[in-house]
């Protein structure tokens, strides 16, 4: 990209609003206009460019479902139909709504039956098991990953659970007692449309009130959102005989066999917040026999309630969309449909969706963005003046060691071991989560697999790794506004190129930072650096702590929860803008539609954070998401960046306008 011409800006100077001064809101002079002019749809929460390319991408994948756009048989290489016919099955299953409503509730009957009429305890945790294989809830989350610890072997994680609301603050908090009540009700009301009663505990109300109240008693031993994202505290090494001694009321032996996991998956565990797990099992006794029994069949219908008739459908959404999101309608259903089908087969349609829309130059466009991000955190860890030599050469190292992915996996999931079945919704969820179960589980005892991707190419997002040290970026997000090979660089470093800077960047947070090169979960920190990095993390959690967005009534940012996203967001911008001037190798940059390169570098910065929320979405989110809101990860980034009050001649008074001294700058 650095030799080649200038290409468009990329910046659509209509769009942007001269009413709003750049020097005072960035994100507002870029998508202000956008902003007056959207309605946020009926079925979001939140919109703007995430959404947008959501839906594009969904489209996408309805027109391979339905073979409108390419043969479905294209699906697999050769012409075979085998994934084609179980995609087109999943798919005809979802919109089979005539099926679906005339079954009603049966499909989960047998299962309701059985919650509801569990004799004793240790029935009611075989019962669960069984149930947990099928998707159908469970106490704990438990998922395999590779070990922080040796990351050359795969391990369980088992993880605080139990719970029908976002987090334990809901179960607790003040702002939340409205909430509770709705939840309340929504459990009655879907107990009732499941045709849910009970010769002991009595009547729908009655077992929604049993079920709130333990999911309350559950939720009181819960770690809060900022404690359960510390690795230190999480990484708690368990042999067998360990996590039992955590969990002493609870059968694991009758648990596993019930489930039908390996026992070698358990012969060392990871257990996550300890106290939470043994909170939760301390409440398997006689005594509350019957509020497991409706809690057991409430979670049977929370985990169904989507894939039920169209009325439980709906009040679903009534509750989980509108009352904690303000959404007011659901999403289409051939929407839903498609998300079905990716949770299911992501990777067999995501194959023909690399093929029909994704370019492989902008792959090798990527490749060379990636490397000039890499370039540049190189020069500026090498010249950080807070960080020792000691700590400098082993960040290097672990810099040296990251692997990039872009667009697709080299090598594609196979699904010949999954069955679908055309008419039978609900049997087919059922079947997806025993086929991910096995695959799962299947992982124990066997080398990493470093292929595997943990996001579909059809996804629009990106991530890191530290297990595994890599930063990955779906074909879906390698389009506007985030990225366009026709774009002159600045308009895609400061879009694409941030957002590569910050997956870096998640190496070497507050959290990442702890991992070393190769995955594991090691001090390579001297103590005089470790302090001096908190010193600065602390500053930025102080700036976003004073933060409240539109829309949240008062309530703040959570500056200890969001600090690893805010230093991906600061790292990846900065890193990114020196990357680009990196990227020059000393040439000038051009200025296209008047637009310096340092102008085109921030809009499109902003330009890709735009989005507009719903006040309960914005509550919501600052209770439970690690990112900050949208228009914070545009502005209060920019504050701290010495380029952007260049590029803008900021002064005090400026609202944007930060002391240089004030100034947060880590990697």
Known sequence: MSNAAPGKSGIDLSELDPAVRPQDDLFRHMNGKWIDRTEIPADK????????????????????????????????????????????????????????????????????????????????????????????????????????????????????????????????????????????????????????????????ERLAELAFDLETRIAASHWDTVASRDIQKLYNLRDFAGLQEITPQL?????????????????????????????????????????????????????????????????????????????????????RGVSFVEGAMGEAVGRIYVERHFDENSKAAMDELVGHLIGAYRDSIEELSWMGEGT???????????????????????????????????????????????REFGKIGKPIDATEWFMTPQTVNAYYNPGMNEIVFPAAILQPPFFDVTWDAATNFGAIGAVIGHEIGHG??????????????????????????EKLTGALIGQYNELSPEGAD???????????????????????????????????????????????????????????????????????????PNEFRCNQILKNLDAYHEAYGTKPGDKLYLAPEERVSIW
């Open 251 to 335: 059968d694991w032996q009758a648990y596993i066999a019930a489930m039908g996991a390996p026992e070698a998956a358990f012969a060392e565990v990871v257990a996550a917040q300890p106290d939470a797990l043994a909170g939760l099992a301390a409440l398997l006794v006689e005594d509350e026999l019957e509020a497991w029994q409706a809690w057991l069949a409430w979670s049977i219908v929370r985990s169904s309630a989507a894939l039920l008739t169209q009325e439980m459908s709906r009040a679903n959404f009534d509750f989980y969309g509108t009352a904690l999101t303000g959404a007011t309608e659901q999403r289409e259903r051939w929407r």
């Open 392 to 438: 400098r050469e082993r960040a290097l190292e672990k810099l040296g060691k990251f692997t990039p992915k872009i667009g697709y996996p080299e090598k594609w999931r196979d699904y010949s071991a999954l069955a679908a079945d055309a008419s039978d919704l609900v049997g087919n969820s059922q079947r997806v989560a025993e086929y991910e179960f096995e």
């Open 508 to 533: 070497f947070d507050d959290q990442g930072s702890r991992y070393d090169g190769d995955g594991k979960l090691t001090d390579w920190w001297t103590e005089q650096d470790r302090e001096a990095f």
């Open 554 to 628: 008062g309530q703040t940012v959570n500056g200890e929860l969001t600090i690893g996203e805010n230093i991906g967001d600061l790292s990846g911008l900065e890193i990114a803008w020196k990357a680009y001037l990196r990227s020059l190798a000393g040439a000038e940059s051009p200025v296209i539609d008047g637009l310096t390169g340092a102008e085109r570098f921030f809009l499109a910065w902003a330009q890709a954070w735009q989005q507009k929320s719903r006040p309960a979405e914005v509550v919501r989110l600052l209770t439970i998401d690690p990112h900050s």
């Open 45 to 204: 929460a939140r919109y703007g460019s995430f959404a947008v390319l959501a839906e594009n991408a969904e489209e996408a994948v309805r027109d391979i479902i339905t073979g409108t756009e390419a043969p479905a048989a294209g699906l697999v290489e050769g012409g075979a139909d085998a994934e084609a016919d179980k995609v087109a099955a999943l798919y005809a299953s979802f919109m089979d709504t005539e099926r679906i409503d005339a079954l009603g509730a049966e499909p989960i009957r047998a299962d309701l039956d059985r919650a509801l009429a569990v004799p004793s305890i240790p029935e009611l945790v075989r019962v669960t098991a069984e149930l947990e294989r099928k998707g159908l809830g469970g106490f704990y989350g438990m998922f395999i990953d590779n070990d922080p610890g040796d990351p050359a072997r795969y391990i369980l994680f088992v993880m605080q659970g139990g719970i029908g609301l976002p987090d334990e603050s809901y179960y607790r908090e003040e702002q939340f007692a409205e909430v509770r009540e709705q939840y309340r009700a929504h459990i009655a009301r879907m107990l009732t449309l499941a045709g849910v009663g009970s010769k002991t505990a009595g009547d729908p």
